[in-house]
């Protein structure tokens, strides 16, 4: 096949933010919204990029230049430029992105765009990769970017659905779970999630044992949440979403005056609760991005969510992962 066209899902984690960076478990969840990318060969000697998400098109790199990634295309440069050294390959690629979900929402673009790439090529080259090497490339890729990651978007990417996830893909459990009452909100700006983990880092290293008495009690939150979760035992669930969002807010960031969570955040939390949800926190690096919340109440949620500045994001569990869309 001269062209091929593959997708990946964004992503949501429900529980474990932060305390994934540590050897932690987490629970993340593969959303709707979906990332596309098809690549063909060509005769030149250079990347063609076209991404209409980042504002590029006809973007031309030689292949002799693949260290000068562009800021806004490095996770697909760098993953081509990796995959081609493992498997010594050379070739002019024409590239084509589209993505169903803005980069600032926070719901993986990063991750999607690397697992496609590395999936995609794999299958332009005949070469047979199992999940598991394709994360282990894609999350080396996303290493050398970012300095510090889990893992647990690609994962999501890849495998799709509900999975409980181990620092560096030590463990990847797909959940059973037929349904989930998932409620998404955008706070209306994103953070920088690397500029977050660096912060709490530092302030880690000065108070060791206050970050990893939260980071145990973050690890029993996920594993309550993953038996109650494959028992679809909702209320329950909501309860330790609150639970989690607790802890979040004890994280002692300087000049945060509610740890990891915000004034917006903390509003948008009430807003959900107070419509019928059974519970609800950040999702992510916190300040800003999105918030996640369960309730059985989807419209009266949504309507409080927008009445408290909030943007509802039209998201449900994605099952699928990375899948070729041209077969």
């Known amino acids: ?61 030689p292949l ?3 260290e000068k990634e562009p800021k806004e295309l490095r996770f697909l440069v760098r993953a081509i430029k990796n995959f081609f050294k493992r498997y010594q390959l050379h070739s002019g690629l024409k590239i084509k992105t589209k993505s169903q979900f803005k980069p600032e929402y926070g719901l993986g673009s990063s991750s999607a765009v690397t697992v496609c790439t590395i999936g995609a090529l794999a299958e332009l080259f005949g070469i047979k990769m199992e999940k598991k090497e394709i994360f282990d490339l894609a999350y080396q890729t996303i290493l050398e970017i970012q300095k510090i990651g889990s893992g647990f978007d690609i994962a999501s990417a890849l495998f799709g659905g509900i999975i409980y996830f181990v620092t560096g893909g030590k463990k990847i459990e797909k959940l059973k779970v037929k349904d989930l009452p998932l409620i998404v909100a955008y706070t209306g700006f994103k953070v920088s999630t690397p500029e977050i983990v660096k912060k709490v880092k530092r302030e880690m290293e000065k108070n060791p044992k206050y970050y990893e008495n939260l980071y145990n ?53 009430k807003a959900c609760q107070k419509a019928g949800a059974y519970g609800a926190k950040l999702s992510g690096g916190g300040l800003g991005d999105c ?9 009266e949620i949504e309507k409080a969510i927008t009445e408290a500045g909030g943007i509802p994001l039209a998201v449900k569990v994605e099952n699928e992962g990375l899948k070729i869309e041209n077969q």
Do not use: D
């Open 217 to 269: 009690q973050i690890e029993k939150i996920v594993e309550k949440a993953k038996r109650e979760i494959e028992k679809a035992n909702w209320p329950k669930v909501g309860k330790l979403m609150l639970a989690n969002q607790e802890i979040l807010r004890k994280f002692k960031v300087p000049s945060l005056r509610y740890g990891l969570s915000s004034e917006v955040i903390e509003r948008l939390i």
């Open 1 to 61: 096949m001269t062209k091929i066209k593959v997708s990946a899902p964004g992503k949501l984690i429900l529980f474990g933010e932060h305390a994934v960076l540590y050897h932690r478990p987490c629970l993340v969840a593969a959303v709707s919204q979906r990332l596309f990318l098809e690549v063909e060969k060509i005769k030149k000697n250079a990347l063609l990029i076209s991404a209409p998400e980042m504002k590029i098109s006809n973007f031309t790199l």
């Open 64 to 66: 002799e230049k693949l």
């Open 291 to 299: 918030i996640v919340a369960l309730g059985e109440k989807k419209k």
